[in-house]
């Protein structure tokens, strides 16, 4: 996509522009999909479920959408009905679950984001699975990617990034991410531009300092650069790293 128009159109057009362009390229949605989208009321997933609806009209495909929320015992930072009210004027059903991951922790656990995440993740699954759903869409956006990549590679040992489409084998489910090819700033002032609110996660085990650590290795390394992290992205998308 021309650097030109990243930098001259409005930071809608160039959300909704990038995330065609991913869902063209990965055939991220086809006609009679049934797409249920994760949202946590943030500003990523909440602009997902925007870019979703709007590009109903721009794929001239077929497609269900619905809005999942998982609530939990501990996280209340989002503004469900400010958030549900968003989702009704797009025409996107809502709905909100209850996950007790508290409850869930056996005796003598401590709690920890990957218990909380993968409570989370099969719940989601779950449901799309009961209700009909053949794909979810994730808000995880080109930072979280590149982010991600680099610290499996520095903590993990693993060359390993987050799929711009996962089909699951268990289950009969592709995990989607629109909005891969679309900066985190640029998401962040397609939100401010649609009065999307921006929900600081309060969750007292949300210190994630790093993911922080490396955003900043990352920022330093590309000058904060878009090209730069769109050419990592092609570079793991030929290594086959972010396909199935
Ligand atoms: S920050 Fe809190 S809500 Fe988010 S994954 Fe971690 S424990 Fe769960």
């Excluded at 057009?13 to 390229?25: N, Q, S």
């Excluded at 989002?78 to 409850?103: A, H, N, R, Y």
């Excluded at 900066?183 to 790093?210: F, M």
Aim: proline share 3%; hydrophobic share 40%.
């Amino acid at each position: 996509m021309a650097d030109r128009f990243l930098r001259r159109a409005a930071p809608r057009e160039i959300v909704k522009k990038l995330a065609a362009r991913a869902v063209y390229e990965r055939n991220l949605i086809e006609e009679g999909d049934r797409i249920l989208i994760a949202v946590s009321g943030g500003k990523d997933s909440t602009t997902l479920a925007w870019v979703l609806a709007e590009l109903r009209a721009v794929l001239k495909r077929n497609y269900r959408l619905a809005a999942l929320h998982i609530s939990s015992d501990f996280c209340s930072c989002c503004k469900k009905s400010i958030l549900s009210q968003k989702l009704e004027e797009w025409g996107i059903p809502f709905t909100d679950l209850f996950v007790p991951v508290m409850g869930r922790l056996k005796e003598g656990r401590k709690m920890n984001c990957y218990w909380c995440s993968t409570q989370r993740r099969t719940e989601l699954l779950k449901y799309a699975v009961e209700n009909g759903f053949n794909k979810i869409a994730l808000g995880h956006h080109l930072d979280d990617v590149i982010e991600t990549f680099f610290m499996n590679m520095t903590e993990k040992g693993e060359l390993s990034a987050m799929p711009v489409m996962l089909a699951y084998r268990k289950y009969p489910v592709s995990l989607i991410r629109p909005l891969a090819y679309a900066e985190e700033r640029q998401i962040v002032s397609c939100a401010d531009e649609l009065s999307i609110l921006k929900a600081a996660c309060t969750c007292p085990y949300g210190v994630n300092s790093k993911r922080r650590v490396m955003r900043k290795k990352i920022a330093d390394f590309s000058g904060g650069s878009g090209a730069v992290k769109r050419r990592i992205l092609r570079a793991l998308s030929g290594s086959d790293l972010l396909e199935e």
